[in-house]
């Protein structure tokens, strides 16, 4: 297939969700999709030939912190990310638009662009739309995302209003710029909690032309309700022909009613930056592994799993390699919990083709929680 063709399989009764299939340079990507973030060219802890069995298809990378290290003259060099990093499947690059939103105490925004002062020396840097879209073609990613500013939580109207205005003038700038064979761009949807400015930027886009669409914006510290807001106030404006991808959004409860939504695409640091921190994800929730409680626990991270973690070791020894600071650790809890996101996206796919996905939410919200959990975009 082309890149950029996305079929849309099946679409669930009752529900926004369907099954689809986005082809890309470096092959399909099926959605839902729930896409592991490796900001630093590496999925933390993890191998590729690791990602590849637990059956992920697409990573991320971040062009901010890959241009600043190791600096995409040595990326480009070494023959592009993908053989940088020794991945042969797709990779979304994100344009560093979210760093403006992250790292706000080091930059200052203007017409053209972000001035940033580096989180790792001090050293300034400019990055806009133009330079942003230079980076994603050397580095070679299959989807590179338009520069963007990411308004925060709360903001006035005003802001969100300049905030819009100046993601749109940057996207009609980035979808100007020549690309690497075969990459795909998504715009960007912002707006912040005000409907009739994500209608405004959503419009704008589309006009504009984009292989996929994102929801940027959400969940950078409104509540839940409101996460659920701006995901809606967005998506009923896009192109049902087009991925939609949800912005660094990771909690299974916020996953599963975005895809009620309509919502395919999802990216989130927390399978691994949790893992790091002793978190451990199951099918009804999340535990701190390195608590007390189980420190003779026989049992494996979530029973049930069939992942390596879990078929050869106890939740005993796993907490003993946190609490006295092995590596190995924090490997096993990644392991187990980027198989238990994987085997979550299966499952919501489970549902859609068997028609029951709307029954599924339903049950999975009132089982999991509150999606309260604290996603992220930076590793």
Same mark, same amino acid.
């Given at each position: 297939?082309?890149? +950029?063709?996305?079929? /849309?399989?099946?679409?669930?009764? *009752?529900? !926004?969700?369907?099954?689809?299939?986005? &082809?890309?340079?470096?092959?399909?990507?099926?959605?839902p999709?729930?896409?592991? %973030?490796?900001?630093q060219?590496?999925?933390?802890?993890?191998?590729?030939?690791?990602?590849?069995?637990?059956?992920?298809?697409?990573?991320?990378?971040?062009?901010?912190?890959?241009?600043?290290?190791?600096?995409?003259?040595?990326?480009e060099?070494?023959?592009?990310?993908?053989?940088?990093? *020794? &991945?042969?499947?797709?990779?979304l690059?994100?344009?560093g638009?979210?760093?403006?939103?992250?790292?706000?105490?080091?930059?200052?925004?203007?017409?053209?662009? %972000?001035?940033f002062?580096?989180?790792?020396?001090?050293?300034?840097? =400019?990055l806009?739309?133009?330079?942003?879209?230079a /980076?994603?073609?050397?580095?070679?990613?299959?989807i590179?995302?338009?520069?963007?500013?990411?308004?925060?939580?709360?903001?006035?109207?005003?802001y969100?209003?300049q905030?819009v205005?100046?993601?749109?003038? &940057?996207?009609?700038?980035?979808?100007?710029?020549?690309?690497a064979?075969?990459?795909?761009?998504?715009?960007?949807?912002?707006?912040? =909690?005000?409907?009739?400015?994500?209608e405004?930027?959503?419009?704008?886009? /589309?006009?504009?032309?984009?292989?996929?669409?994102?929801? !940027?914006?959400?969940?950078?510290?409104?509540?839940?309700?409101l996460?659920?807001? *701006?995901?809606?106030?967005?998506?009923?404006?896009l192109?049902?022909?087009?991925?939609?991808?949800?912005?660094?959004?990771?909690s299974?409860q916020?996953?599963?009613?975005? $895809?009620?939504?309509?919502?395919?695409?999802?990216?989130?640091?927390?399978?691994?930056?949790?893992?790091?921190?002793?978190?451990?994800?199951?099918?009804?929730?999340?535990?701190?592994?390195?608590?007390?409680?189980?420190?003779?626990?026989?049992?494996?991270?979530?029973?049930g799993?069939g992942?390596?973690?879990?078929?050869?070791?106890?939740?005993?020894?796993?907490?003993?390699?946190?609490?006295? !600071?092995?590596? #190995?650790? /924090?490997?096993l809890?990644?392991i187990?919990? #980027?198989?238990?996101?994987?085997?979550? $996206?299966?499952?919501?796919?489970?549902?859609?083709?068997? +028609?029951?996905?709307?029954?599924?939410?339903?049950?999975?919200?009132?089982?999991?929680g509150?999606?309260?959990?604290?996603?992220?975009?930076?590793?």
């Amino acid at each position: 297939m082309t890149p +950029g063709t996305f079929e /849309i399989l099946q679409q669930a009764p *009752g529900a !926004g969700a369907r099954l689809g299939r986005l &082809w890309t340079a470096h092959g399909p990507v099926d959605t839902p999709v729930f896409m592991p %973030v490796g900001t630093q060219a590496t999925v933390k802890a993890m191998t590729p030939a690791e990602m590849e069995d637990l059956g992920f298809q697409i990573v991320l990378g971040n062009t901010y912190h890959l241009n600043i290290r190791p600096g995409v003259d040595i990326i480009e060099e070494q023959g592009g990310l993908h053989r940088f990093m *020794g &991945w042969e499947r797709a990779i979304l690059t994100d344009s560093g638009g979210y760093q403006v939103f992250s790292l706000a105490r080091l930059n200052r925004i203007t017409a053209d662009g %972000v001035i940033f002062q580096s989180h790792v020396d001090g050293a300034t840097h =400019v990055l806009g739309p133009e330079s942003a879209m230079a /980076i994603q073609r050397r580095l070679g990613s299959d989807i590179a995302m338009v520069f963007d500013e990411c308004a925060p939580y709360p903001c006035d109207r005003k802001y969100a209003c300049q905030a819009v205005e100046r993601t749109l003038a &940057w996207a009609a700038l980035c979808a100007r710029q020549p690309r690497a064979a075969g990459q795909l761009v998504f715009g960007i949807v912002q707006g912040s =909690v005000y409907a009739d400015l994500r209608e405004r930027c959503a419009r704008g886009l /589309i006009e504009l032309g984009f292989d996929g669409y994102a929801i !940027g914006g959400v969940s950078v510290g409104e509540p839940h309700a409101l996460i659920l807001q *701006g995901i809606e106030d967005s998506v009923r404006h896009l192109p049902a022909d087009r991925p939609r991808y949800l912005m660094g959004v990771g909690s299974h409860q916020h996953m599963v009613e975005a $895809v009620a939504r309509g919502v395919d695409m999802f990216d989130c640091v927390m399978p691994t930056r949790l893992a790091r921190h002793g978190t451990a994800f199951t099918r009804a929730g999340k535990y701190p592994v390195k608590a007390a409680l189980y420190a003779r626990d026989p049992r494996p991270i979530e029973e049930g799993c069939g992942c390596y973690a879990c078929r050869h070791f106890s939740r005993a020894y796993v907490r003993h390699l946190m609490n006295v !600071g092995e590596i #190995l650790g /924090i490997r096993l809890l990644s392991i187990h919990n #980027l198989f238990r996101y994987e085997a979550f $996206v299966q499952e919501m796919r489970g549902a859609i083709r068997a +028609g029951g996905f709307a029954e599924y939410a339903k049950g999975f919200v009132e089982q999991y929680g509150n999606g309260r959990d604290q996603p992220g975009r930076d590793e």
